[in-house]
């Protein structure tokens, strides 16, 4: 049995659960999902992850006496669609996953949040696994019950709040990750530092080649990640007021995301999400807020990591500051109109601005192209 960290999610009413942290959790899927009861466990992944890990997966729960079947899509964000949600959908459905059943998302954030949501639509909601397999999905996506597909009108705008039963993040999956969806899952790494942990971003920026290389500091930081955002679900698991703070960066990254139509060639998550960070510090910064020392050291840092920071380094560029304007007005976080911002005094120190003024956003971005 492998070794691992566990960080409990306390939630009430009987749905609390584990997220396990540590290599070679994977090989113990089938006994850890057996545990939970049901008679069937079909897993969904996309090409890329289920070539490496679904046949060895479904031998796991086979051999814990659990039918399963695999369904698998495309990888890359353009999956998160209406269509490939009722290929999903179908594709469960095809296996006789019931209630009483479970599906496994083995994968990234993609095919969490889009296997997610069709657990949480099958039959009116069938029990969740997470299996995350990419740094970003085992340090933010997997935990906390964000499912959902995006639209041609903006991202992650369909969905559900569907919680896991258990997420196992086998952190020796993170071995095969490509260098940039690594660089991409550290952006969301670095962001829990910068909303309410000053000293994990001191710890971050003392210990982020060892995250990278596989030493230690890689399920630390994930555990360090996982209790962070496991603390805000359980003080408001539905985004009514303090789980907003973790879309820190997202307004601007989703925007881009949009603008650029979901193409990794171009973008992928973890790339908007950082420079949507340096952006919402020097944007914080320009009203005054907090110092351009911090917002220096935030864009230093991400860079240092392999991040970029700038509207500039979009590959073909970001559209001009009207259209990113427009991307972000279907930003989840719009109440009545109104843009809201998630903003910084400082480096752990984020909060949520709403009301604000369209015009300071577009002079913003509009210094923010002409400079780069």
Known sequence: MSEHLTVHVPLDQGRDYDILIGRGLLDEAGRRIAALGGKAAAIVTDDTVGGLYAKRVQASLEAAGLRSGIVSVAPGEASKSYATFAQVCDGLLG???????LVVALGGGVVGDLAGFAAASLRRGVRLVQAPTSLLAQVDSSVGGKTGINSPLGKNLIGAFHQPRLVLADTATLDTLVEREMRAGYAEVAKYGLINDAGFFDWCEANWGGIFSGGPERDEAVAICCRSKAGVVVRDEREDGE??????????????????GYDPARLVHGEGVAIGLALAFRFSARL??????????????LALAGLPTRLSQVPGGSGDADMLLDAMTQDKKVRDGQLTFILARGIGQSFIAPG?????????LTDELTNA
């Open 95 to 101: 296996y006789r996953i019931e209630r009483g059943d």
């Open 356 to 364: 604000i003024d369209a015009a300071d956003v577009r002079a913003f």
């Open 288 to 301: 005054g807020l907090c110092s351009g020392q911090d917002a220096g050291r935030v864009a230093n840092h």
């Open 243 to 260: 789980r907003a703070l973790l879309n820190l960066g997202h307004t601007f990254g989703h925007a881009l995301e949009r603008l650029t």
